[in-house]
Protein backbone atom coordinates (compact mmCIF):
# COMPACT_ATOMS: atom_id res chain seq x y z
CA UNK A 1 0.00 0.00 0.00
CA UNK A 2 0.93 3.73 0.09
CA UNK A 3 3.35 4.93 2.60
CA UNK A 4 5.49 7.75 3.81
CA UNK A 5 9.06 7.91 4.99
CA UNK A 6 10.31 10.76 6.53
CA UNK A 7 13.50 11.62 8.17
CA UNK A 8 14.09 10.77 11.96
CA UNK A 9 14.58 13.72 14.43
CA UNK A 10 14.76 15.40 16.14
CA UNK A 11 16.46 17.82 14.16
CA UNK A 12 18.08 20.64 15.86
CA UNK A 13 20.03 23.61 13.74
CA UNK A 14 21.05 27.28 14.85
CA UNK A 15 19.20 30.10 13.61
CA UNK A 16 19.81 31.03 9.80
CA UNK A 17 21.36 27.55 9.39
CA UNK A 18 19.88 25.58 5.72
CA UNK A 19 17.19 23.29 6.14
CA UNK A 20 16.65 19.79 4.55
CA UNK A 21 13.97 17.63 5.86
CA UNK A 22 14.11 14.10 3.59
CA UNK A 23 10.82 12.58 2.77
CA UNK A 24 10.13 9.89 -0.28
CA UNK A 25 6.74 7.85 -1.00
CA UNK A 26 5.43 5.20 -2.48
CA UNK A 27 2.43 4.93 -4.61
CA UNK A 28 0.10 3.38 -6.49
CA UNK A 29 -0.90 5.86 -8.63
CA UNK A 30 -0.13 9.73 -8.63
CA UNK A 31 -0.98 11.42 -5.56
CA UNK A 32 -0.93 14.51 -4.20
CA UNK A 33 1.85 15.60 -1.71
CA UNK A 34 1.83 17.61 1.51
CA UNK A 35 3.94 18.84 4.45
CA UNK A 36 1.88 19.71 7.78
CA UNK A 37 3.23 21.53 10.22
CA UNK A 38 2.59 21.45 14.05
CA UNK A 39 3.54 24.21 16.43
CA UNK A 40 3.32 23.29 19.96
CA UNK A 41 -0.28 23.22 21.40
CA UNK A 42 -1.75 22.94 18.32
CA UNK A 43 -3.12 21.17 15.24
CA UNK A 44 -2.14 20.28 12.34
CA UNK A 45 -1.57 23.28 9.39
CA UNK A 46 -0.67 22.64 5.84
CA UNK A 47 2.29 24.74 5.02
CA UNK A 48 2.82 23.30 1.37
CA UNK A 49 1.76 21.24 -1.16
CA UNK A 50 2.05 19.91 -4.61
CA UNK A 51 -0.25 18.01 -6.87
CA UNK A 52 1.82 16.70 -10.03
CA UNK A 53 5.13 15.88 -10.72
CA UNK A 54 7.96 18.77 -10.75
CA UNK A 55 5.62 20.98 -9.15
CA UNK A 56 7.29 23.10 -6.80
CA UNK A 57 4.98 24.07 -3.58
CA UNK A 58 6.25 26.86 -1.08
CA UNK A 59 5.24 28.74 1.97
CA UNK A 60 6.92 31.10 4.41
CA UNK A 61 10.64 30.56 2.75
CA UNK A 62 9.89 26.85 3.12
CA UNK A 63 9.87 25.04 -0.57
CA UNK A 64 9.41 21.67 -1.56
CA UNK A 65 9.88 19.86 -5.05
CA UNK A 66 7.66 16.69 -5.96
CA UNK A 67 10.43 14.41 -7.70
CA UNK A 68 8.65 11.76 -9.73
CA UNK A 69 11.25 10.02 -10.50
CA UNK A 70 13.19 9.76 -6.88
CA UNK A 71 9.90 9.96 -5.53
CA UNK A 72 10.93 12.19 -3.47
CA UNK A 73 9.24 15.21 -1.72
CA UNK A 74 12.08 16.85 0.32
CA UNK A 75 11.27 20.42 3.11
CA UNK A 76 14.10 22.79 2.33
CA UNK A 77 14.55 26.41 3.85
CA UNK A 78 17.49 28.47 2.73
CA UNK A 79 17.20 30.28 6.72
CA UNK A 80 15.28 28.74 9.32
CA UNK A 81 14.48 30.87 12.76
CA UNK A 82 13.48 29.83 16.08
CA UNK A 83 9.89 30.07 14.85
CA UNK A 84 10.13 27.40 12.97
CA UNK A 85 10.40 25.19 15.65
CA UNK A 86 7.65 22.87 15.33
CA UNK A 87 6.96 19.18 14.04
CA UNK A 88 6.72 18.87 10.34
CA UNK A 89 4.61 15.74 8.37
CA UNK A 90 5.12 15.02 4.70
CA UNK A 91 2.27 13.30 3.54
CA UNK A 92 0.46 11.91 0.41
CA UNK A 93 -3.43 11.45 -1.05
CA UNK A 94 -4.41 9.75 -3.64
CA UNK A 95 -6.49 11.43 -6.21
CA UNK A 96 -8.90 8.61 -5.92
CA UNK A 97 -8.92 8.40 -2.23
CA UNK A 98 -10.04 10.48 0.70
CA UNK A 99 -7.55 9.82 3.09
CA UNK A 100 -4.19 11.56 4.19
CA UNK A 101 -1.60 9.26 4.66
CA UNK A 102 1.33 10.67 7.02
CA UNK A 103 5.19 9.96 7.95
CA UNK A 104 6.23 9.72 11.20
CA UNK A 105 6.87 13.31 11.84
CA UNK A 106 10.06 14.98 12.18
CA UNK A 107 10.56 17.57 15.29
CA UNK A 108 12.59 20.53 14.48
CA UNK A 109 14.30 22.62 16.96
CA UNK A 110 16.00 25.96 15.99
CA UNK A 111 18.79 27.51 18.67
CA UNK A 112 18.80 31.20 19.12
CA UNK B 1 -9.60 30.45 7.79
CA UNK B 2 -11.28 27.12 8.89
CA UNK B 3 -10.78 26.30 12.31
CA UNK B 4 -11.94 22.98 13.93
CA UNK B 5 -12.01 23.15 17.99
CA UNK B 6 -10.46 19.37 19.57
CA UNK B 7 -12.10 18.65 23.33
CA UNK B 8 -10.60 17.77 25.57
CA UNK B 9 -6.49 18.46 25.27
CA UNK B 10 -5.45 16.13 28.00
CA UNK B 11 -7.82 13.82 29.45
CA UNK B 12 -6.94 11.14 32.20
CA UNK B 13 -8.74 8.42 33.26
CA UNK B 14 -9.41 4.99 34.87
CA UNK B 15 -9.29 1.47 33.20
CA UNK B 16 -12.44 0.41 32.23
CA UNK B 17 -13.97 3.93 31.82
CA UNK B 18 -15.46 5.52 28.80
CA UNK B 19 -13.76 8.63 27.34
CA UNK B 20 -15.54 10.88 25.03
CA UNK B 21 -13.23 12.89 22.69
CA UNK B 22 -15.26 16.21 20.68
CA UNK B 23 -14.80 17.54 17.28
CA UNK B 24 -16.22 20.97 16.53
CA UNK B 25 -16.00 22.59 12.78
CA UNK B 26 -16.77 26.34 14.22
CA UNK B 27 -16.82 28.16 10.33
CA UNK B 28 -17.43 25.72 8.06
CA UNK B 29 -19.60 22.40 7.40
CA UNK B 30 -17.54 19.30 7.86
CA UNK B 31 -18.88 16.87 5.46
CA UNK B 32 -16.52 14.14 6.44
CA UNK B 33 -14.35 13.92 9.55
CA UNK B 34 -11.30 11.74 9.98
CA UNK B 35 -10.04 10.66 13.18
CA UNK B 36 -6.30 9.62 13.86
CA UNK B 37 -4.18 7.92 16.27
CA UNK B 38 -0.76 8.92 16.76
CA UNK B 39 1.56 6.57 19.10
CA UNK B 40 5.06 7.89 20.22
CA UNK B 41 7.50 8.59 17.26
CA UNK B 42 5.25 7.12 14.89
CA UNK B 43 2.50 8.48 12.08
CA UNK B 44 -0.86 9.25 11.96
CA UNK B 45 -2.97 6.36 11.53
CA UNK B 46 -6.44 6.84 10.37
CA UNK B 47 -8.72 5.23 12.58
CA UNK B 48 -12.25 5.99 10.39
CA UNK B 49 -13.93 8.83 8.23
CA UNK B 50 -17.61 9.14 8.90
CA UNK B 51 -19.69 11.29 6.96
CA UNK B 52 -22.57 13.20 8.65
CA UNK B 53 -25.23 11.05 8.96
CA UNK B 54 -24.08 8.19 8.06
CA UNK B 55 -21.92 5.27 10.02
CA UNK B 56 -18.49 5.61 9.90
CA UNK B 57 -16.13 3.64 8.19
CA UNK B 58 -13.39 2.16 9.93
CA UNK B 59 -9.84 1.18 9.07
CA UNK B 60 -8.25 -2.38 9.57
CA UNK B 61 -7.68 -3.21 12.59
CA UNK B 62 -9.17 -0.96 14.28
CA UNK B 63 -12.28 -2.23 16.93
CA UNK B 64 -15.83 -0.19 16.00
CA UNK B 65 -17.01 -1.50 18.83
CA UNK B 66 -14.40 0.11 21.08
CA UNK B 67 -14.06 3.00 19.15
CA UNK B 68 -17.50 4.50 18.53
CA UNK B 69 -17.83 7.63 16.18
CA UNK B 70 -20.82 9.47 15.83
CA UNK B 71 -21.23 12.35 13.25
CA UNK B 72 -24.43 13.50 13.58
CA UNK B 73 -24.11 16.80 12.64
CA UNK B 74 -22.31 18.99 9.83
CA UNK B 75 -20.14 20.63 12.63
CA UNK B 76 -19.73 17.74 15.50
CA UNK B 77 -17.84 14.60 15.41
CA UNK B 78 -17.73 12.54 18.55
CA UNK B 79 -15.52 9.67 19.63
CA UNK B 80 -15.62 7.31 22.24
CA UNK B 81 -13.31 5.12 23.73
CA UNK B 82 -15.32 2.20 25.29
CA UNK B 83 -13.80 0.63 28.30
CA UNK B 84 -10.26 2.02 28.23
CA UNK B 85 -7.52 -0.03 28.90
CA UNK B 86 -3.57 1.37 29.37
CA UNK B 87 -2.70 0.35 25.73
CA UNK B 88 -5.45 2.35 24.57
CA UNK B 89 -3.21 5.96 25.74
CA UNK B 90 -2.40 7.68 23.02
CA UNK B 91 -2.66 10.98 20.39
CA UNK B 92 -5.91 10.97 19.26
CA UNK B 93 -6.42 14.01 16.33
CA UNK B 94 -9.42 14.88 14.44
CA UNK B 95 -9.50 16.15 11.05
CA UNK B 96 -12.44 18.10 9.13
CA UNK B 97 -13.02 18.38 5.22
CA UNK B 98 -15.67 20.77 3.98
CA UNK B 99 -17.87 20.53 1.29
CA UNK B 100 -16.75 21.60 -2.09
CA UNK B 101 -12.78 21.18 -0.87
CA UNK B 102 -11.27 17.80 -1.73
CA UNK B 103 -7.95 18.87 -0.17
CA UNK B 104 -8.86 21.32 2.87
CA UNK B 105 -8.35 19.31 5.21
CA UNK B 106 -8.40 21.00 8.91
CA UNK B 107 -6.98 19.51 11.67
CA UNK B 108 -8.19 19.76 15.24
CA UNK B 109 -5.57 19.92 18.33
CA UNK B 110 -5.24 16.63 19.35
CA UNK B 111 -6.11 14.92 22.40
CA UNK B 112 -3.82 13.53 24.89
CA UNK B 113 -5.41 10.12 25.98
CA UNK B 114 -3.86 8.81 29.47
CA UNK B 115 -5.67 5.65 30.92
CA UNK B 116 -4.15 4.22 34.35
Known amino acids: GDSVTQMEGPVTLSEEAFLTINCTYT??????LFWYVQYPGEGLQLLLK?????DKGSNKGFEATYRKETTSFHLEKGSVQVSDSAVYFCALKESSASKIIFGSGTRLSIRP | GAVVSQHPSRVICKSGTSVKIECRSL??????MFWYRQFPKQSLMLMAT?????????EQGVEKDKFLINHASLTLSTLTVTSAHPEDSSFYICSARGQGDPEGYTFGSGTRLTVV
Open chain 2, 50 to 58: SNEGSKATY
Open chain 1, 50 to 54: ATKAD
Open chain 1, 27 to 32: ATGYPS
Open chain 2, 27 to 32: DFQATT
